[in-house]
T-cell receptor, first 107, second 115 residues
């Protein structure tokens, strides 16, 4: 299972773009990179998943370089409601959550 | 939008008692999971279930834990003899497994408090 490393916390202001980078040096060839969001006392919620290059959906973009040893979740124009913990996971079968990144968005 | 539902939302029990947590996964999903999160700590994988059998389990999922899919809709986690350290939020999740590994849909959780 890929071991991931993310910053423990990040601060931002409303309207800014936030980039959270995750390193996963030992990611396996068949692992996807998946990002989840978790609000207090709620279950994790899927944000985005990718294998390589760039993936974009209505919520975020995910950038994965060619060596796949890291990935960057990009949240455009964050709002207060984006305050949450963000988890990066390398996954082929089960999900192994790390400690995640606590993003605090201030007015 | 389809969702995973869990009951009860909160259960308080005495140490040594049996507890059953229930989950109704999304109807066309084939893969089911239990995770737990002790207060202030990370989300921990317990077990995954596919085709009516356990496909993977973690070291946490010892003999006091069991899972069952008793009918076509429910997926249950049983803790036979609860311990204080079993106090946690338990999350059920399901996925259709497509686009390996696929998006996991989590329920809102069942908070278990063992006294």
């Amino acid at each position: 299972l890929a071991k991931t490393t993310q910053p423990i916390s990040m601060d931002s202001y409303e309207g800014q773009e936030v980039n959270i980078t995750c390193s996963h040096n030992n990611i396996a060839t068949n692992d996807y990179i998946t990002w989840y969001q978790q609000f207090p006392s709620q279950g994790p919620r899927f944000i985005i998943q990718g294998y390589k290059t760039k993936v974009t959906n209505e919520v975020a973009s995910l950038f994965i370089p060619a060596d796949r040893k890291s990935s960057t979740l990009s949240l455009p124009r964050v709002s207060l409601s984006d305050t949450a913990v963000y988890y990066c996971l390398g996954r082929n079968s089960t999900l192994t959550f790390g400690k995640g990144t606590m993003l605090l968005v201030s007015p | 939008e389809p969702e995973v539902t869990q009951t009860p939302s909160h259960q308080v029990t005495q140490m040594g008692q049996e507890v059953i947590l229930r989950c109704v996964p999304i109807s066309n999903h084939l893969y089911f999971y239990w995770y737990r999160q002790i207060l202030g700590q990370k989300v921990e994988f317990l077990v995954s279930f596919y085709n009516n059998e356990i496909s993977e389990k973690s070291e946490i999922f010892d003999d006091q834990f069991s899972v069952e899919r008793p009918d076509g809709s429910n997926f249950t986690l049983k803790i036979r003899s609860t311990k204080l350290e079993d106090s946690a939020m338990y999350f059920c999740a399901s996925s259709d497994g497509q686009v390996s590994p696929g998006e996991l849909f989590f329920g809102e959780g069942s908070r278990l408090t063992v006294l």
